[in-house]
């Protein structure tokens, strides 16, 4: 059964970017969050109505990601991943009133469930900038985001909480604040530190991809 290592961190912080960074050098399987393709992500940007059918959506595609990860015989690399989707989004979006309290709760009981079926990931990579960093990499971003920069405070907030509710060693935090956007220079020690921490040989694996 193949390992999952998972990139955590707030919008914009350049979660996406670090995971690709990682799996050319590093060969791992990779499961992005599919901005574009996810088909609720542009509709709740303008109708709050979409943004159950959005969050279920993304649950159950990091669910669906991590399955299809567990069967591969190398290391899976994830960005964002179940966890923050509901520990962070779900969250942030249920006090922003994107979610009802029922809509939050079935949100709640669908991540429940779905992380009892499958084992938790045995690596979470956590990068934190400087506020200002992170709002000027999200202004910078193209794509479709539902959080803002308003929400960057409470978003921390949210995700240092679950952390805190995990096993140290599980859990690598990193400072990204005079990190270059591409993340090139973190890469090789980085590498060695996931390395370190769950024991694969450097020369072991093939690089992949998972769409």
Same mark, same amino acid.
């Given at each position: 059964?193949?390992?999952? $290592?998972? $990139? ?27 901005? @574009? ?41 994830? /960005? ?24 939050? /709760? ?5 991540? =429940? ?10 690596? @979470? ?6 506020? /200002?960093? $992170? ?24 995700? =240092? ?51």
């Amino acid at each position: 059964m193949g390992k999952i $290592i998972v $990139i955590t961190g707030n919008t914009g912080i350049g979660k996406t970017t670090l995971a690709r960074a990682l799996s050319k050098p590093g060969a791992f399987d990779l499961a992005l969050e599919q901005h @574009i393709e996810r088909p609720f992500q542009a509709l709740v940007k303008f109708d709050a109505r979409y943004g159950l059918a959005n969050q279920v959506d993304y649950l159950l595609l990091r669910a669906e990601q991590e399955r299809v990860l567990r069967q591969s015989p190398q290391p899976g690399l994830v /960005d964002g991943g179940l966890d923050q989707d509901f520990h962070g989004f779900a969250r942030l979006f249920h006090a922003r009133g994107l979610l009802s309290d029922a809509e939050f /709760d079935l949100c709640r009981r669908f991540y =429940d469930f779905c992380r009892a079926e499958l084992p938790p990931p045995e690596l @979470i990579i956590h990068l934190t900038a400087h506020a /200002d960093v $992170i709002r000027a990499r999200l202004a910078g971003r193209k794509r479709i985001t539902l959080a803002t920069p308003e929400d960057i405070p409470l978003l921390a907030s949210l995700l =240092d909480e679950w952390l805190a509710s995990l096993p140290p060693e599980r859990v690598l935090r990193l400072d990204v604040s005079s990190a270059s956007p591409s993340y090139a220079e973190v890469v090789p020690g980085l590498l060695a530190q996931i390395r370190a921490r769950l024991g694969l040989d450097a020369g072991t694996y093939e690089t992949g991809y998972i769409p």
